[in-house]
């Protein structure tokens, strides 16, 4: 009897009066477009230091900007660079970013510029890690710094929620995956009113986010693909094979992430790590190709742009090699997240085995491994779907989706996270 009160008490939960939310709407508002703003400045500028890095600067010294060389030059620079950041500027730039996630603790404001300064080096310099941890990071302690001063009586944990909501809709286009994020985190804590009254600030802050970014900066997600028709029983059982395949990759990757993290730990000193991984990184690059070097977004629409002009066995060593890249950048002390450099390397896969067996379609073999690769290296469902869907421009892809991610989600729950503790043992 009171179990069945108390189901009825949560069926019949009152749901919250507008004027309760009305006033969280210019707050989320200003939080999504300061989120997709500060993304689009840090990558900006990143792209602008990019160019003239890979492009004038090796031309007027004479040398390819491709070439082993300067791949080599530009990965140990960068390492030195970075490692000077994190020596000498205050804050060190943040924690380990082998310790972050997607869910950051607001960090104190004196280590935001130093954080911003090495990711904006990091991307312009190649190696294999995207800007949303750090990006992430910073937008959730300004909003949280300015928040607590702007709206007192509002809940503290309001801010960093509507920070990571429009981060990552300003990130990757999708603000339902942002609010559905926003709903794993609210599953285990005692909540008031509806769900969906409790995402509304959420989910407005990530739309506006994401178009925001998408008004201003126009990235390019879908890889323009060929679409795929009505789905057929061959396409399920490719679907079923490729997610899991493509996760037990990643979870390969998973567990060697704390072995050579604590590798590179025992030279104690940034200035040591760092440019140690832009060695290594430099000599991963002269085998995989300079496709293999950066965030990976702009690669994998090159990749896509001709499908046949790489055999199974160079797109399977371009993958293999961006997840080992990826490996190092995260370990070494590179100010970066991993879900951009995931998806090269799952798309690297999915042409694989477009490649390997021509009846399954480019666009189901990119969508599956992007998903399989991702669940294994973030446990991150919801982004994981939504990125895989939006790389292919595919009605019929979604449900697919869904299902390839069932035999992948149970080859990777449970198992080591690519994130460690503080004491080096990985998250679970």
């Known amino acids: 009897?009171?179990?069945?009160?108390?189901?009825?008490?949560?069926?019949?939960?009152?749901?919250?009066?507008?004027?309760?939310?009305?006033?969280?709407?210019?707050?989320?508002?200003?939080?999504?477009?300061?989120?997709?703003?500060?993304?689009?400045?840090?990558?900006?500028?990143?792209?602008?230091?990019?160019?003239?890095?890979?492009?004038?600067?090796?031309?007027?010294?004479?040398?390819?900007?491709?070439?082993?060389?300067?791949?080599?030059?530009?990965?140990?620079?960068?390492?030195?660079?970075?490692?000077?950041?994190?020596?000498?500027?205050?804050?060190?730039?943040?924690?380990?970013?082998?310790?972050?996630?997607?869910?950051?603790?607001?960090?104190?404001?004196?280590?935001?510029?130093?954080?911003?300064?090495?990711?904006?080096?990091?991307?312009?310099?190649?190696p294999s890690l995207g800007p949303e941890n750090p990006i992430i990071a910073v937008n959730v302690s300004v909003a949280a710094w300015l928040g607590?001063?702007?709206?007192?009586?509002a809940p503290g944990a309001l801010w960093p929620m509507l920070a990571e909501a429009g981060t990552i809709g300003a990130l990757f286009g999708t603000p339902v995956a942002a609010a559905l994020v926003i709903s794993e985190a609210l599953a285990g804590r005692p909540i008031r009113g509806m769900l969906w009254d409790n995402l509304f600030a959420p989910l407005t802050a990530a739309a506006v986010g994401a178009m925001t970014t998408t008004l201003l900066f126009r990235p390019a997600f879908d890889l323009g693909l060929p679409a795929m028709g009505a789905p057929h029983w061959q396409d399920v059982l490719a679907a079923v094979v490729i997610a899991p395949a493509a996760a037990l990759l990643g979870l390969c990757a998973v567990a060697a992430f704390p072995y050579v993290h604590a590798a590179f730990q025992r030279l104690r000193h940034p200035m040591l790590m760092l440019p140690a991984g832009g060695v290594v990184l430099g000599a991963l690059a002269a085998l995989g190709g300079h496709l293999t070097l950066f965030k990976g977004l702009a690669e994998v629409s090159e990749l896509?742009?001709?499908?046949?002009?790489?055999?199974?066995?160079?797109?399977?060593?371009?993958?293999?090699?961006k997840l080992a890249a990826l490996v190092v950048a995260a370990s070494s002390g590179f100010r970066g997240g991993r879900i951009f450099p995931a998806v090269f390397i799952g798309t690297a896969l999915g042409l694989c085995a477009h490649a390997l067996v021509p009846g399954v379609p480019a666009a189901l073999g990119v969508a599956t491994a992007v998903l399989g690769i991702l669940l294994a290296i973030t446990r991150q469902g919801w982004v994981s779907l939504f990125t895989a869907a939006v790389l292919v421009a595919s009605p019929a892809i979604i449900a697919l989706l869904c299902i390839a991610s069932l035999p992948a989600w149970l080859l990777v729950t449970g198992r080591p996270q690519m994130q460690l503790r503080e004491d080096g043992t990985p998250v679970r």
Request: charged share 10%; hydrophobic share 55%.
């Open 1 to 126: 009897m009171a179990q069945d009160t108390e189901q009825q008490a949560r069926t019949t939960r009152p749901a919250t009066p507008a004027r309760t939310l009305l006033p969280l709407v210019l707050p989320a508002v200003a939080v999504g477009v300061g989120a997709s703003l500060l993304y689009i400045g840090v990558s900006s500028a990143a792209e602008q230091l990019q160019h003239v890095l890979w492009g004038p600067l090796p031309h007027a010294l004479g040398v390819g900007p491709y070439s082993v060389l300067w791949m080599f030059v530009m990965l140990v620079a960068t390492g030195i660079a970075v490692g000077l950041v994190v020596w000498k500027v205050p804050g060190h730039a943040g924690p380990d970013p082998a310790t972050t996630g997607l869910n950051a603790p607001a960090l104190p404001p004196l280590v935001l510029p130093g954080l911003l300064l090495a990711t904006a080096l990091m991307l312009a310099g190649g």
């Open 148 to 153: 607590g001063r702007w709206m007192r009586r």
């Open 304 to 321: 896509a742009h001709d499908p046949a002009g790489w055999t199974a066995g160079q797109f399977a060593l371009m993958a293999v090699v």
